[in-house]
């Protein structure tokens, strides 16, 4: 999922700060532009496309597109007679084959559910001002998840029962773990589940309407106070440690980030700053934000133009993405504003990209990020029970990708090629910034007793303040879909861009290098933990005292910031 309304805020008001820079403390040439700034010859220069990797994965895929997909793949009532026939079969002896005959049947049928929740969903955000669209997309949805959850605690049955063994043997450790780890929804956190998605779908409605900010921030404490109900239903003291435990599944707690965030406060943030003020000594730069009315077909051609510059094994999901026309990205007054991501459908082994672009030149770093996504997806099916994707390493995936291309983005989009390049660095750094800013803010609005809208403003403003950001207004931070529809998420950004970061450096010494590591990213298993993935691909971890600062003193070198 790509960051969308805070990037816009964070352009403007670097604006302001970049003026303030040049004006008083700057004292770098101004006739030094960015792309004179590199101490060394580029990577396209000098480097053909990384060609040692190879995908081994095969996996049977439909040439159809997302018009030609049924939304009703399957019906309600055949899941159920499916689960019945399975909850029966437990109680008798002799019924190990039919067992994991149903077993395999239900992980089929749960993935059509998933399948047509998804497609309701792009069909809804395509036209929100259906009303039929969107009663069909959040029955989907809540049919989907009732039956997930119903299908967990059967098989948490099967686990403990005289099929046990054989039913652990078939489906494998790690799914046994997680199904035995599933959480048992009281009547309470059924209840209080209910009123959460009550809430977001209100969210949804608000902001295709236009609300205004006074509303979206009561609806904000509203959430707070249901979801923190929630995890204490299930005897966690927070949302906060239940959302990172349970529901993102990091091997990292509040607790880890308060002690690097001054790193990031003391070294990374000057430096974005001190990039801030490089890259706007004239207004090439913002030529990103330049009228394009490009169609997706021109996107998806240019995109692919730029993969093959980085390796050719990213070209075989690029080529079914423009085959079936797995992808929205034009505009529409119907769609569902400024939002773009890509979700898997496993009924089909793909995925598809959804975006809601601002028509500018910066709705192309948009699709590269969104690719990156759906390169993974599209290479790594999903199964109900596999443990869900971290988002600290599935953002790798669009970031790093978005890094590592950073010397073809003048084959992307030949026009404004080291505007866009500039950029994404640009974008990468504002994530870390944003990234420690939005998790310590939401940190403390779930965390602050009594929480009233002036409470909220006060705590946003304060944070903003600590990191030198710049979402220190009463009304900006409201208009962030990811504080309400995913708390927590945001964090996730700035985890996964220091890494791509490091991707980055050592791409500028060995692309060869740089891109093997983002390749062997895209290959890991779903539910691989953060620090767990960084170890795979030999990257540093950045919860190791000196790491930030050490990313942040190479990119400081990089791109000749300091004098």
């Not at 997706?296 to 692919?304: A, F, M, P, T």
């Not at 085959?323 to 400024?338: G, M, R």
């Not at 791409?507 to 953060?530: C, E, I, N, Q």
């Amino acid at each position: 999922m790509k960051r969308k309304y805070l990037l816009l805020l964070t352009v403007c008001c670097s604006c302001l700060l970049a003026a303030f820079i040049c004006s008083g403390c700057n004292n770098r040439d101004s006739s030094q532009k960015h792309t004179d700034v590199k101490n060394h010859i580029s990577a396209k220069e000098t480097v053909k496309p990384y060609s040692d990797f190879k995908y081994t994965d095969h996996f049977n895929r439909s040439n159809l597109s997302l018009t030609d997909r049924s939304m009703d793949s399957i019906d309600i009532d055949t899941f159920k007679s499916t689960f019945n026939e399975f909850h029966t079969a437990l109680d008798s002896d002799g019924n190990e084959e039919r067992i994991l005959g149903l077993y395999d049947q239900l992980c089929e049928q749960l993935n059509m559910l998933l399948t047509d929740a998804t497609l309701a969903q792009y069909a809804y955000y395509l036209d929100t001002e259906s009303q039929e669209k969107a009663e069909r997309y959040h029955s989907k949805e809540s049919a989907y998840t009732d039956s997930f959850e119903k299908t967990s605690s059967l098989f948490q049955r099967a686990l403990s029962s005289q099929y046990s063994d054989v039913f652990r043997s078939y489906i494998g450790e790690d799914k046994a773990s997680r199904i035995e780890n599933s959480l048992i929804y009281s009547d309470e956190a059924i209840a209080l589940k209910q009123q959460k998605n009550e809430l977001i779908q209100r969210y949804e409605a608000l902001i295709t309407q236009g609300a205004k900010e006074q509303e979206l921030k009561q609806l904000y404490i509203d959430l707070v106070n249901t979801n923190n109900a929630f995890a204490q239903s299930f005897g966690y003291a927070n949302y906060p440690d239940f959302v990172y435990a349970v529901e993102y599944g990091r091997d990292y707690t509040m607790t880890d980030l308060k002690k690097i965030e001054n790193e990031v406060k003391d070294h990374f943030i000057p430096v974005f700053h001190e990039y801030v003020s490089s890259v706007t000594e004239d207004d090439s730069i913002y030529v990103v934000y330049d009228e394009n009315h490009d169609r997706g077909e021109e996107k998806i051609h240019r995109l692919r133009k730029c993969i093959q510059k980085v390796c050719p094994e990213l070209e075989e999901s690029l080529i079914h993405l423009q085959k079936n026309t797995l992808y929205d990205v034009e505009a529409s007054s119907l769609k569902y504003p400024a939002l773009s991501f890509s979700a898997p459908l496993p009924a089909y082994n793909d995925a598809y990209i959804y975006s809601s672009p601002y028509e500018t030149v910066s709705d192309y770093s948009t699709l590269l990020h969104e690719f990156g996504h759906y390169n993974y997806y599209y290479h790594n099916p999903a199964h109900p029970f596999d443990s869900r994707d971290i988002t600290d390493v599935s953002e790798i995936m669009s970031q790093g990708l978005e890094l590592i291309c950073y010397d073809y983005y003048d084959t992307y989009y030949p026009e404004c090629g080291d505007a866009l390049a500039s950029f994404v660095i640009f974008d990468m750094m504002a994530s870390v910034a944003d990234g420690f800013t939005i998790n310590e803010a939401e940190y403390r609005s779930y965390t602050t007793p009594d929480l009233d809208i002036k409470k909220l403003d006060q705590i946003w403003k304060n944070v903003s303040d600590e990191y030198n950001n710049f979402i220190s207004d009463d009304t900006s931070w409201a208009y962030i879909d990811h504080v309400f529809e995913e708390p927590f998420y945001y964090i996730g950004y700035a985890t996964s861009a220091l890494a791509s970061f490091e991707l980055f450096l050592e791409s500028r010494v060995d692309f060869h290098s740089g891109v093997a590591k983002y390749m062997t990213l895209t290959t890991v298993p779903a539910g691989t933990k953060y620090q767990e993935a960084l170890t795979i691909a030999e990257l540093s971890n950045i919860f190791k005292p000196g790491t930030i600062t050490k990313i942040s003193e190479d990119l400081s070198k990089e791109f000749d910031l300091k004098k």
